[in-house]
């Protein structure tokens, strides 16, 4: 049994093992597999070194297209949305890639007060966001965790005409047991952390002080958050750190472990590359850069090796380069961020920021490009609140059965998106995609849908099932 503080045991000899001895390219192998995948039960540990092997044009498709036909299986074309509050960059760790770490004297920092949060989320709502992750640096003065729960708390507490955000996500530093139930009580929606990097001797290296330091502190997390009662964890390497395929194997033992012990996976699984970041030479020059190809690849691999897993792609990647990953297996995406404190509120402040952001548009652009790719922008928070969270949510999502569920909570917010907030040309292309939607659903479904759409319409707001 693992204790309270005790890191799962990553086998990181075995990792190495395999990419020391890679296997090649087998075509009838890399078919067998993504036939396997086709079954979407998911694909085993030893099932990824041939996949990662794949470079033959041919191949490289077949495996791209099972992971599309994956995705939809389960999610459907539904993209949810949702935006980062960064509520403080303070931060008393040095993490040689990050603009936050303390040793960067240029960084401009702020901690938001409460009506200046409120103020953010009002900014928020104005362009019709429902779901935020809250993020804030290692560090928060004076009050601690008390600060954050009173962040979380002044969130939901915001009302902006008829609107409101609805679930409040949450990428903070680790806690120990007591501070995570403390989390819980606060009704965040899905805790995030990302290890950085798994690999132990390039972790030491690139977090050199600060209590981010401890390699083992940060890797047990998500045992002590889902022994707390928070069922939906989020994890997820930063690509670029170390070799992507030790990072992809690493990831997967650590969604196996939680699957194992606790009886249900990662809720979501993040997909960040490293993007240059304000005093970071590391930065701007990764030690593991991934190329476009390879980034690619890993997404298609995560989607068929854990199929019912969320998969996150956030605005550091450039538009050309999500709208090819939301093909592969993406089914959340940020749009229209900022990754520093107030700026929502003042979009002239550029000083302050995490990283550089590669998707500039605004949220009107992203639902209006993803509408005319086929894809269905949701802004679902309905699981949260139905208690589909956790082991519950898996068993639908594994069988695809969520989908009944999602479809028509997709459309109904959407509408709701439309009839609030969408531009002229934003609601005309949204609405030829719905009714295509309409169309695809089966009969219970689509009666489901369109009773709820239709309260949408009469003006009733927040209709979910």
């Known amino acids: 049994m693992i204790g309270l503080t005790e890191a799962f045991p990553l086998n990181e000899a075995s990792i190495h093992q395999v990419l020391a001895a890679p296997p090649a390219e087998d075509a009838v192998r890399i078919r067998e597999l993504l036939a396997k995948a086709r079954e979407m039960k998911g694909l085993d540990d030893g099932d990824l070194p041939s996949l990662m092997t794949i470079q033959d044009p041919g191949l490289l498709q077949e495996l791209f297209d099972t992971a599309r036909w994956v995705k939809d299986q389960i999610y459907g074309n539904r993209i949810v949305m949702f935006a980062p509050l960064y509520v403080s960059n303070q931060c008393g760790n040095e993490c040689l890639y990050c603009a936050f770490r303390a040793s960067n004297l240029e960084l401009p920092r702020r901690t938001l007060g409460m009506e200046e949060i409120a103020n953010e989320v009002r900014c928020l709502l104005a362009q019709g966001q429902k779901r935020l992750v809250l993020v804030a640096g290692e560090d928060y003065p004076g009050e601690g965790l008390d600060y954050l729960i009173s962040a979380i708390r002044t969130v939901y507490e915001v009302r902006h005409g008829k609107d409101n955000i609805r679930r409040v996500n949450i990428n903070i530093a680790p806690l120990d047991v007591d501070g995570f139930r403390r989390l819980k009580d606060a009704e965040i929606g899905t805790y995030q952390l990302f290890q950085e990097t798994y690999h132990r001797e390039t972790y030491h290296r690139m977090h050199t002080r600060g209590t981010k330091a401890d390699y083992d502190w940060r890797l047990g997390c998500m045992d002590r958050a889902m022994m707390a009662g928070i069922d939906d964890v989020g994890i997820g390497p930063l690509f670029g750190l170390y070799d992507w395929r030790f990072e992809l194997l690493a990831t997967m033992q650590h969604a196996r ?182 169309r695809d659903l089966d009969a219970p479904t689509r009666e489901k849908a369109e009773h709820m759409v239709a309260q949408v319409k009469r003006g009733q707001r927040d209709v979910f099932c």
């Open 257 to 438: 472990h939680l699957e194992e012990r606790f009886g249900c996976g990662p809720h979501t699984i993040s997909m960040p590359r490293i993007e240059p970041a304000a005093g970071s030479s590391t930065s701007e020059a990764p030690p593991y850069a991934v190329s476009d190809e390879d980034f690619k690849k890993i997404i298609a691999i995560i989607r068929l090796a854990v199929p019912y897993t969320g998969m996150i792609l956030s605005t550091r990647e450039r538009p050309e380069v999500r709208r090819e990953a939301m093909h592969l297996g993406i089914s959340q995406i940020s749009a229209g961020s900022r990754t520093n404190p107030g700026g929502y509120l003042d979009d002239s402040i550029n000083g302050g920021t995490q990283f550089s952001l590669g998707d500039h548009r605004n949220l009107d652009e992203v639902v209006r490009d993803l509408a005319e790719m086929g894809f269905l922008p949701s802004f679902c928070t309905s699981c949260y609140r139905m208690g589909r969270t956790g082991a519950d949510f898996m068993d639908l999502a594994k069988p695809g059965e969520i989908k009944a569920h999602c479809n028509p909570n997709a459309l109904a917010t959407l509408q709701e998106y439309l009839e609030d907030h969408a531009s002229p040309l934003t609601r005309c292309v949204s609405e030829q995609m719905m009714a295509r939607c309409f």
